[in-house]
């Protein structure tokens, strides 16, 4: 397992995944991360990216095409 930061907890309880992990696991505002407890440990995971829109990664609300996709790049692609 690999340290890649070391991060406070915020007096609301939250903490702040760094961009670069973000980036890499293509996380968006709105993308949902399960919280697992294993063997001791706090395991964060990514949760129903095969859910997810495929342009923004947000939750998708329709199929087109086999396509996951949101309703606001729904809208997006409406309006252009």
């Given at each position: 397992m690999q340290l890649v930061a070391v991060k406070p907890i915020g007096s609301l309880g939250r903490i702040v995944?760094?961009?670069e992990v973000r980036r890499?696991?293509?996380?968006q505002p709105g993308s949902e991360v399960g919280i697992y407890i294993d063997s001791g440990k706090?395991?964060?995971?990514?949760?129903?990216?095969?859910?997810?829109?495929?342009?923004?990664?947000?939750?998708?609300?329709?199929?087109?095409?086999?396509?996951r996709i949101c309703e606001e790049c729904i809208m997006l692609i409406k309006n252009r």
């Open positions: 995944i760094p961009s890499s696991w293509n996380m706090v395991v964060l995971k990514v949760v129903s990216a095969k859910d997810n829109c495929f342009i923004c990664n947000k939750k998708a609300t329709e199929v087109i095409k086999g396509k």
